[in-house]
């Protein structure tokens, strides 16, 4: 009883510089809010990230006390946080964990709550898929550690070659603090998401110049080649089925050049070639990888018949 006694003293004297630092600093902008009735705060739990505020906000008709266990990691216009009856007050986390606090006068389960902060990222952050043609779309799909929905995200891709990220897109979270995002790597790329400036793991997606083969005459034929890059003065192998051996075996040499039809960021390289071998064969065309470059994964183009 004495200590209480002590106790409700402390607060009273607390009372004064609580009120005027409520009246001289303006609450933060809270992500969360709690609400302090004569039964209890509600919620009694809350997630957040760092550097997030959550507003207590006093709906009784006297004051209420809002004590951290742990302070360190959290600000508040006074500790313990007195809340006038009718005002609120805001407490910013600057570090993750969890906090908990409790009102030492009030009375059951109700009067004790929890805050956690957490760093937000995207731990669950997948691609798929992970390997495309050129001109094809992947999906970028994760949940926040936090499973808070309505936050921002930034989406960010490190395209191979580049000196830094770049931002795609803000998306936000749903239900659960799951996103989605749909995009169109042009070459080898990094995603991650960040909120806060605080970034998730990434992922990587590998492109392949989409290869496009064609018979335009009598032992003609046509070759285009999709990328973000000129593989212009690159050489391209022409191959055939032998269908005794159950393999692919070359044909010829197939010399690049550049083409201006590609509509940016689009890049075509084509060529146009002469080849003696028979009718009727199943032909294609492939472009290695000392070719492509570091960039890209060697690719191939789609069947014919000779």
């Known amino acids: 009883m004495r200590k209480l006694l002590l106790f409700l003293l402390a607060v009273a004297s607390l ?7 409520e009246r001289a600093r303006p609450a933060a902008t809270a992500s969360q809010t709690v609400t302090i009735s004569k039964t209890g705060y509600k919620p009694t739990a809350v997630s957040i990230f ?29 500790t313990p946080l007195v809340v006038q009856a ?41 691609v798929s898929p992970k390997v495309v043609s050129y001109g094809r779309k992947v999906a970028l799909a994760g949940t926040l550690a936090s499973k808070q ?13 580049a000196t830094g990220p770049t931002k795609l897109a803000n998306i936000t979270t749903t239900t659960g603090g799951a996103f989605t995002y ?22 990587t997606v590998a492109v392949k110049p989409r290869l496009r ?58 060529s146009v070639f002469r080849s003696g071998i028979r009718h009727g064969l199943r032909v294609r065309v492939t472009l290695g990888k000392a070719q492509v470059g570091s960039c890209y994964l060697a690719g191939r183009s789609n069947t014919i018949r000779s």
């Open 15 to 21: 009372v004064a510089a609580g009120t005027a630092a």
């Open 50 to 78: 760092i550097g997030d505020a959550v507003l207590f906000a006093n709906s009784d008709t006297v004051a209420h006390t809002v004590a951290f266990r742990q302070t360190t990691g959290v600000k508040c216009p006074a």
């Open 86 to 126: 009718g005002q609120s007050a805001s407490c910013t986390f600057s570090t993750a964990g969890k906090f908990n606090f409790s009102d030492p006068v009030g009375k059951g389960k109700n009067f004790k709550g929890t805050v956690t902060v957490a760093t937000p990222l995207a731990t669950t952050l997948a």
């Open 149 to 161: 929905s309505g936050q921002q995200l930034q989406v960010v891709a490190l395209q191979c070659g």
């Open 182 to 203: 749909q995009t169109q790597p042009l070459k080898q790329t990094a995603y991650s998401v960040q909120a806060k400036g605080v970034a998730s793991t990434s992922v």
């Open 213 to 270: 083969l064609g018979k335009v005459g009598k032992h003609k034929y046509s070759l285009h080649i999709s990328a973000g890059d000129s593989f212009a003065g690159k050489v391209a192998t022409f191959q055939r089925f032998k269908k005794s051996a159950k393999r692919w075996v070359k044909v010829k040499r197939v010399l690049l050049h550049a083409n201006s039809t590609g509509v940016a960021p689009t890049v075509v390289t084509s």
